[in-house]
């Protein structure tokens, strides 16, 4: 095949990724996850995290060659996120690329970690439509990007003004006694509860608010206080019924949100990703409000949704077809990189 082969890093949180791609052809999905050690403290731990990804970063490696069955010499090029991320964990993927791609005589392609989050689309559902929308959903960005070109031009239409949407689903599970990261257990345990209990607010919803930004932190208060007023109170606090609720909300805001963007631009594609694009109250109001307005929903399965190589190497993949040129061997990390 002439399709591109391309290996890609992805160190930018806390997994340690390592995919292999051949164009839109998924080879390998290889990821070292340190979220067990910060479960503890919970949050991720820069340090921890960085030294997970020191001690991860040579045998995912092995393991995705290994998967793919490709030897390292037969690689178009080696992709790594170049930022946003933790300066110190973005900087074990960034040395680590430069190293294998100097030793192996490739090119080395530094990429945004936004942009990949929105291209590995492409390994579910073929090439993407651009320009694209895409609504990114995790614990460290809740964006709606706008993308004519993916490989040179995304463009923020907006983002949160506080916490991301993981950030709200592990702070609500924190105060629902629930575990890290939170957002699996809220989901859990709204399947048992009633999303219309509790009307909790929409942040940023009004006729004067920003179309496209996103607000979580008064919604997690409004949460909070209502769980402390039923403690204080000595009644027991219906756990299904506040997740339910609470998730409803987020869903809510972020699929009308997202919806809405989509008929700014004239565009009938929508793509979501990150961790948040796991949950099921979420892909399910997509979908039908996506259907109602005409719009091809594309949500990759949650695997490729969460942090990971695949989606880094997919993006390089598209450098190469493109012919973008490749990165100079003084790329550096850049923890605030924007899109
Ligand atoms: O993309 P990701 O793996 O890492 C980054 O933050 O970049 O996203 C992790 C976030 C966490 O906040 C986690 O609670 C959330 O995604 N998450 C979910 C679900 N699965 C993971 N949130 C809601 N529902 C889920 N099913
Ligand atoms: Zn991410």
Known sequence: ADEPLVLGIETSCDETGVGIVRGHTLLADAVASSVDEHARFGGVVP???????????????????????????DLDGIAVTAGPGLAGALLVGVSAAKAYAYALGKP???????????????????????????????????????????????????????DAAGEAFDKIARVLGLGFPGGPFIDKAARE??????????????????????????????????????????????????????????ADVLTMKAVKACKAEGVDHLMIGGGVAANSRLRAMAE?????????????????????????????AEMVARG??????????DSSLPV
């Open 324 to 333: 973008r040129g490749p990165s100079s061997w003084d790329l550096s990390a």
């Open 193 to 250: 509860g009633d999303p219309s209990a509790i009307r909790f607010p929409r942040g940023l919803t009004g006729p004067r608010d920003a179309p496209f930004d996103f607000s979580f932190s008064g919604l997690k208060t409004s949460v909070a206080r209502w769980v402390e007023a039923k403690r204080a109170a000595g009644e027991n606090v219906p756990v299904a019924d506040v997740a339910a609720s609470f998730q409803e909300a987020v």
């Open 47 to 73: 340090e921890v995290a960085s030294r997970a990804h020191l001690e991860a970063m040579v045998p995912t490696i092995d393991r995705a060659l290994k998967d793919a069955g490709v030897a390292a010499s």
């Open 288 to 316: 039908r409000r996506c259907e109602d307005a005409g719009i091809e929903l594309r949500v990759p399965r949650p695997k490729l949704c969460t942090d990971n190589g695949a989606m880094v190497a997919a993006l390089g």
């Open 108 to 162: 080395m392609y530094g990429v945004n970690h936004l942009a990949s989050h929105i291209c590995v689309s492409q390994l579910e559902f073929g090439a993407m439509p651009e320009p694209t929308m895409a609504l990114l959903v995790s614990g460290g960005h809740s964006s709606l990007l706008l993308s004519p070109d993916i490989t040179s031009d995304v463009r923020p239409l907006g983002a949160t003004i506080d």
